[in-house]
T-cell receptor, first 112, second 109 residues
Framework: EAQVTQNPRYLITVTGKKLTVTCSQNMNHEYMSWYRQDPGLGLRQIYYSMNVEVTDKGDVPEGYKVSRKEKRNFPLILESPSPNQTSLYFC???????????FGPGTRLTVT | DAKTTQPNSMESNEEEPVHLPCNHSTISGTDYIHWYRQLPSQGPEYVIHGLTSNVNNRMASLAIAEDRKSSTLILHRATLRDAAVYYCIRGPGNTPLVFGKGTRLSVIA
């Protein structure tokens, strides 16, 4: 089954404790993205990658890092999480061109 | 900058057609129009996309104005399961999709 998986689905952590949210897709897609969703603000893009070793900032990259060492994986790293990074995070992937983008189920992160 | 304008919310009766409008007055010639929807507690899912011509698929129809400055997503018979936030996005095929706040569709039984 074609899918984007994210782990963990839920995470409660404390300020400053480094964490990684993993994202993996099994469709051999070149493009991958991370979004965060907050009430009233819609979906905002954090980082995206157009292929292995190619990443770029989205609209809200501050406080986040990503890496794309393999085509299928695109982890989101929070080196020193802060409460304003409490949010619902979605990973997505798609092939190049105007093609369907697939989203993961989301990771709900709470930073206290 | 989502580059599209949609109403914040709309309401429809079950089993009636729904027309969800989207304005993209600054659209360029290479921009596609994409529609996604997000059901409660789920990630967004693809609905339809088009460039110039009207498009139909099993989920919906997309009507694109002749000047391409606006489009309408048409759900032919709304069901309760269609209650969601609908996002209209414009962009070239090879750039990331930038989502706005979308239109929250409520379906009344």
């Amino acid at each position: 089954e074609a899918q984007v998986t994210q782990n963990p689905r839920y995470l409660i952590t404390v300020t400053g404790k480094k964490l990684t949210v993993t994202c993996s897709q099994n469709m051999n897609h070149e493009y991958m993205s991370w979004y965060r969703q907050d009430p009233g603000l819609g979906l905002r893009q954090i980082y995206y990658s157009m292929n292995v070793e190619v990443t770029d900032k989205g609209d809200v990259p501050e406080g986040y890092k990503v890496s794309r060492k393999e085509k299928r994986n695109f982890p989101l790293i929070l080196e020193s999480p802060s409460p304003n990074q409490t949010s619902l995070y979605f990973c997505a992937s798609r092939p190049p061109g105007p093609r369907e983008q697939y989203f993961g189920p989301g990771t709900r992160l709470t930073v206290t | 900058d989502a580059k599209t304008t949609q109403p914040n919310s709309m309401e429809s009766n079950e089993e009636e057609p729904v027309h969800l409008p989207c304005n993209h007055s600054t659209i360029s010639g290479t921009d596609y129009i994409h529609w996604y929807r997000q059901l409660p507690s789920q990630g967004p899912e693809y609905v339809i996309h088009g460039l110039t011509s009207n498009v139909n698929n099993r989920m919906a129809s997309l009507a694109i104005a002749e000047d391409r400055k606006s489009s309408t997503l048409i759900l032919h018979r709304a069901t309760l399961r269609d209650a969601a936030v609908y996002y209209c996005i414009r962009g070239p095929g090879n750039t990331p999709l930038v989502f706005g706040k979308g239109t929250r569709l409520s379906v009344i039984a």
